[in-house]
């Protein structure tokens, strides 16, 4: 794993997209004490999460979250990664806006600073100088220990940098794109080599692309289930061929699809650690295992040549 302040613990970050959605309160808890005894210490999470559920607002998974750091009282041990920018438009990235999101995300989360502040998406209207300055102010704040970009393309990402550099800013330090198995457009080559020409880790959202990954999703009516499955009908046909190198690779390591997915990716270029959430504590099992699992590169080649 890459040497960043926010990373620490196992090579995997919890996403908690799902914690007050599809997970309540008492799973949710029973999920995060079993990744923390499982000596996972990162956590992902956004103000937005879980806004796009009937009756959610967001700030849902701040909420659950900042409950359980307080009630275990383990906040030190974690890191703790949140993201502002969806729950609105470009106004969000004004300096003032940028600071009051922060402190309603610390509120929520019970802690006087996060270890990861991502700006969630990029707005191309906005220049860069714009973009830098406004976080600068929320590292300036002392409230944030690393900032993040998430939704950046190569060319905005090079410019946040040369930027930041020129206005002698707090940089962002760490990518967080869309990249898995079955959809890599969000980290091509030219991300890659900007991440490692900067020593920038990525870490990689939808790791098992919405579930499709654990292989769950085969015949037409099971993506008709779930609160996922209409999500990830998308994969159905392009990711064939992935499912079907997966399968053989599963016969050969005894390992579930999930974690050949997340141990493919720690294999890529300037990964720092995937993300991947759980809804319930035995879906963990097989988060944890990928960590513990080493592809040789046949295996790698063949999953990398199956899209």
Not at 34 to 59: C, L, N, Q
Request: net charge negative; charged share 25%; glycine share 10%.
């Amino acid at each position: 794993m890459m040497n960043h302040p926010a990373l620490a613990g196992l090579p995997l970050v919890l996403g908690g997209n799902v914690f007050g959605w599809t997970a309540d309160k008492n799973t949710s808890f029973a999920v995060l004490d079993a990744f923390y005894e499982a000596g996972g210490r990162m956590i992902d999470t956004a103000d937005v999460y879980s806004a796009w559920a009937d009756g959610h607002k967001g700030g849902e998974s701040e909420l659950v979250l900042g409950e359980w750091l307080e009630s275990r009282g383990v906040r030190k041990d974690m890191r703790i990664h949140t993201k502002t920018g969806m729950l609105g438009d470009k106004e969000l990235y004004e300096p003032a806006r940028v600071l009051q999101s922060l402190d309603a995300s610390l509120e929520r989360l019970r802690t006087d600073y996060v270890d990861l502040y991502y700006a969630h998406r990029d707005y191309e209207e906005l220049t860069p100088d714009a973009i830098v300055s406004a976080f600068d102010g929320a590292a300036k704040s002392k409230k944030v220990t690393s900032l993040g970009a998430s939704n950046f393309s190569a060319e905005r990402l090079k410019a946040m940098l040369d930027t930041a550099t020129e206005l002698g800013a707090a940089p962002f330090s760490v990518l967080q794109n869309e990249y898995n198995l079955v959809s890599r457009d969000g980290f091509g080559p030219d991300l890659q080599d900007l991440c490692k020409t900067h020593s920038i880790p990525m870490l990689p959202y939808f790791g098992l692309a919405a579930g499709f990954l654990t292989g769950k999703y085969r015949k037409p009516e099971d993506f008709e289930e779930g609160a996922r499955g209409s999500g990830v009908k998308k994969f159905q046909e392009k990711g064939a061929n992935v499912l079907k190198a997966m399968d053989a690779i599963a016969d050969e390591t005894g390992a579930s699809h999930a974690a050949i997915a997340l141990a493919w990716l720690r294999e890529q270029p300037a990964i720092g650690a995937p993300i991947a959430s759980a809804r319930k504590p035995e879906q963990l099992t097989d988060l944890i295992a990928s960590t513990k699992l080493d592809l040789n590169d046949a295996q790698i080649g063949r999953l990398s040549d199956a899209l």
